[in-house]
């Protein structure tokens, strides 16, 4: 008969799933409620895709409110900029104005919506790509005809 899951049994279950999930160290959480390392890393199998959702839509609910304070921001700036135009302050527009580049700009280049901005990942030069290929074409060596139309299909994404 199978040993029921430490974790599943800890009272403080919910507590140590939502601290799995948002990716904490093993160690402290096993210092924090007094179990094993060991027992945290099966027990993470455990647990459910609820909790799983409710991270995400934490996430997103905190990017929500970044992207909310941001648009106020903004807003303010530009009530700003309003003013100082109407009072001919041209000084004080321009020092609004590259308030709102030193924090749009960034911004931007994260979201990849400058030219030129935005990070670039290559996908084909990194190991887990690598592996990932040697995997696919291993389990394909009992059918050749596939694992040359794979390769070639491959080649012509990673050449494009």
Known sequence: MARVCTICAHPNRAEIDARIVSGEIYRTIASAYN???SALKRHKKHISEAVVDMERQKAFSDTARMMKELAR?????AR???????E???????QLWKAAADIA????????DLP????????Y?????VKIQAVILRELEPYPDIRVLLVEALEGVEGA
């Open 116 to 123: 030129g901005g935005g990070v670039t990942f290559n996908i």
């Open 73 to 77: 921001g903004f807003d303010s700036l």
């Open 35 to 37: 179990v094993s390392e």
């Open 80 to 86: 700003a900029a309003d003013q100082a135009e109407a």
């Open 125 to 129: 030069q990194s190991p887990q790509w």
């Open 105 to 112: 700009i960034p911004i931007f280049k994260i979201a990849g």
């Open 88 to 94: 001919g302050d041209r000084r004080g527009l321009a």
